[in-house]
T-cell receptor, first 113, second 113 residues
Framework: GAVVSQHPSWVICKSGTSVKIECRSLDFQATTMFWYRQFPKQSLMLMATSNEGSKATYEQGVEKDKFLINHASLTLSTLTVTSAHPEDSSFYIC?????????FGPGTRLTVL | GQNIDQPTEMTATEGAIVQINCTYQTSGFNGLFWYQQHAGEAPTFLSYNVLDGLEEKGRFSSFLSRSKGYSYLLLKELQMKDSASYLCAVRDNTGAGSYQLTFGKGTKLSVIP
């Protein structure tokens, strides 16, 4: 089956610092990856669509300068939360598209102090 | 855009059957997915419907009526481990061969002895 990994699985950082989260498709190539955010007791909210070799497409209300997405290869997309604040604390989940399916990574729990 | 509606919470007894409904409004419909999500974990794929009718997979079945914008997930022979959130997600064509998945808020199912 298709496997998607995320690293790190959890991270705690100080307010004002930047955090990078990696999303890898381990056994398939993904031209499209998606980044979601999930606050406690809420559903997944799509943040952006990451396309290999081109700029990411951000959803309305998501600051592209704060959430930097790079999809430099067919197996790796990164999300960098710049100048993180406590309100950015959330569960970040990536998914990779293969054919007509999306496969989810295990998620990254970000806590900003 | 999408408007996906599903009940917030449900409770059912071990061994019983439970039906979780989902209604949606969307343009460019390209399939409906059901995911299971345990607390603190990423969603796992349960089922996919793109044509009207019932898809059965073991203890889980999913039904779709495109004309009514309606789907349900049926869980049979409930087990305690089925206690989780169940997310209804609709895939939309966004043009140029691309699509995106939008999630409902999820239904938290509690299975009791």
């Amino acid at each position: 089956g298709a496997v998607v990994s995320q690293h790190p699985s959890w991270v705690i950082c100080k307010s004002g610092t930047s955090v990078k989260i990696e999303c890898r498709s381990l056994d398939f190539q993904a031209t499209t990856m998606f980044w979601y955010r999930q606050f406690p007791k809420q559903s997944l909210m799509l943040m952006a669509t990451s396309n290999e070799g081109s700029k990411a497409t951000y959803e309305q209300g998501v600051e592209k300068d704060k959430f930097l997405i790079n999809h430099a290869s067919l197996t790796l997309s990164t999300l960098t939360v710049t100048s993180a604040h406590p309100e950015d604390s959330s569960f970040y989940i990536c998914s990779a598209r293969r054919n007509n399916e999306q496969f989810f990574g295990p998620g990254t729990r970000l806590t900003v102090l | 855009g999408q408007n996906i509606d599903q009940p917030t919470e449900m409770t059912a007894t071990e061994g019983a059957i439970v039906q979780i409904n989902c209604t949606y409004q969307t343009s460019g419909f390209n399939g409906l997915f059901w995911y299971q999500q345990h607390a603190g974990e990423a969603p796992t794929f349960l089922s996919y419907n793109v044509l009207d009718g019932l898809e059965e997979k073991g203890r889980f079945s999913s039904f779709l009526s495109r004309s009514k914008g309606y789907s349900y997930l049926l869980l049979k022979e409930l087990q305690m481990k089925d206690s989780a959130s169940y997310l209804c997600a609709v895939r939309d064509n966004t043009g140029a061969g691309s699509y995106q998945l939008t999630f409902g808020k999820g239904t938290k199912l509690s299975v009791i002895p």
